[in-house]
């Protein structure tokens, strides 16, 4: 009996590690199973933050890159105040797609350094090359709209104009107030103008009164500035990239 019984504990002992190395397993493979599906989970989450982060990066350069900006700059010119009223006009074309979003008129009493603003208000207008208005403003007298690089600007509708045409920005002058700029080399500075936009020298035109019409008529080898425009570049989606 104590051999049978010796027995049948040694045959008991040596099948329950079996059993419990059997269960070990089961559970192991599990754990692997639920580690991996985790692990997958956890790349894929990754991956569509990563995503996200690069739109969102892209998104920022693009809205960086494509800050509006003056359709022309300059850095110093001379200054003339007319006894009489006049529509100056700046006549330019575009080699790529800019979209116009606001109308502008200079400001002579901020470039000398005095704060007091515009003396008058002043019409902008811009037409195509038919003299059709595609768009106006009316700036404020004073510091009502807000000054940019020497200029007043009054935000409008944004315009979409296409490469290869030709348009003309007109601003009505008011006798005897608000000087306006004559670009006579040397004493215009540092000119350039802005991606996409194309101007000569040459560019002015202008009309008498003080209505705003579409100028039409060639006025010296010049450049007479009372109007500008703030322009942005046309962006491409990301898929056309």
């Keep these: 009996m104590t051999n049978s019984l010796a027995a049948a504990s040694l ?4 099948s329950r590690p079996r059993r419990a190395s059997g269960v070990g ?16 989970r956890a790349r894929s989450q990754y991956a569509n933050r990563l995503a996200a982060l690069v739109l969102v990066a892209w ?19 001379e200054l003339y105040n007319d006894p009489a009223s006049y529509v100056l006009g ?19 009493q901020a470039y000398v350094g005095d704060p007091t603003g515009l003396l008058t208000s002043h019409d902008v207008g811009l037409f195509d090359n038919a003299g059709n208005l595609l768009t106006s403003a009316t700036l404020a007298a004073g510091t009502v709209d807000p000054l940019i690089g020497g200029y007043r600007y009054q935000y409008v509708t944004p315009v979409l104009l296409q490469a290869g045409q030709t348009f003309t920005m007109a601003g009505v002058t008011i006798a005897g107030l608000d ?26 035109f202008i009309s008498p009164g003080a209505t705003l019409v579409f100028p039409t008529t060639p006025y010296q080898a010049t450049f007479y500035s009372g109007p500008n425009l703030l322009i942005e570049a046309t962006v491409p989606e990301p898929a056309t990239l």
């Excluded at 089961?26 to 754990?31: L, P, V």
């Excluded at 998104?59 to 010119?77: E, G, I, T």
């Excluded at 700046?90 to 002579?108: E, K, M, Q």
């Design 11 to 14: 045959k008991g002992w040596t």
């Design 25 to 40: 397993s089961m559970k192991a493979g599990i754990t692997m199973r639920g580690l991996r599906q985790k692990w997958a």
């Design 59 to 77: 998104s920022v350069s693009q809205a960086v890159s494509a800050a509006p900006m003056p359709a022309f700059s300059f850095s110093s010119a």
């Design 90 to 108: 700046i006549r330019f074309t575009t080699d790529a797609s800019v979209t116009i979003t606001a109308l502008g008129y200079f400001d002579p």
């Design 179 to 204: 000087s306006y700029v004559i670009g006579i080399p040397p004493t215009l500075q540092d000119f350039q103008t802005a991606p996409g936009i194309v101007m000569a020298q040459e560019a002015t």
